[in-house]
């Protein structure tokens, strides 16, 4: 799920401010902490073999971030897609991997726990 910021809602806009606002952009389980994470795609970079052996062999933890620049894909599970570009805010779900189109910059939230998870095995899937 991804919008621009210039779709994003505007709640609140004073002479000083403007505050915009998307409900329901994903959801977080009880008791979670977050971890704040940039990184920085080279073109042509696809993650997808680093994931196998997690379930369905994509990553299962959720994002929220922001796509500073760049393009990345990101595919789901159930076979969809979607392009996420720079000055795009972004939600991906569980059930995902991703591949650089051209050098990409991001920052994400993720659940910290979960998501060490998947480097360490990303980690070892590098090493083997």
Same mark, same amino acid.
């Given at each position: ?5 210039? %779709?994003?809602? &505007?709640?609140?806009?004073? *002479? ?7 409900? /329901? !952009?994903? %959801? +977080? *389980?009880?008791?979670?902490? +977050?971890? $704040?994470?940039?990184?920085? !795609?080279? $073109?042509? &970079?696809?993650?997808?073999? +680093? ?5 369905? /062999?994509?990553? *299962?933890?959720?994002? #929220?971030?922001? =796509? ?8 789901? =599970? ?11 805010? =972004?939600? #991906? *779900? ?5 591949? $650089? %189109?051209? /050098?990409?910059? =991001?920052?994400? !939230? @993720? ?7 998947? !480097?360490?095995?990303? $980690?070892?899937?590098? %090493? @083997?």
């Amino acid at each position: 799920m991804n919008t621009t910021k210039e %779709e994003l809602p &505007t709640l609140m806009e004073t *002479p000083d401010a403007v505050v915009q606002q998307q409900m /329901d !952009f994903g %959801e +977080l *389980p009880a008791d979670t902490t +977050l971890s $704040a994470e940039h990184m920085h !795609f080279s $073109a042509g &970079t696809d993650i997808t073999p +680093l994931l196998e052996g997690l379930p369905d /062999d994509h990553c *299962p933890v959720p994002h #929220w971030g922001y =796509v500073i620049d760049g393009e990345i894909t990101i595919s789901y =599970v159930d076979g969809s897609e979607e392009t996420d570009r720079g000055g795009d805010v =972004v939600y #991906w *779900p569980p059930g995902h991997t991703a591949r $650089a %189109e051209q /050098d990409t910059e =991001v920052v994400l !939230f @993720s659940p910290q726990e979960d998501h060490r998870d998947v !480097f360490d095995h990303m $980690a070892a899937k590098m %090493e @083997s």
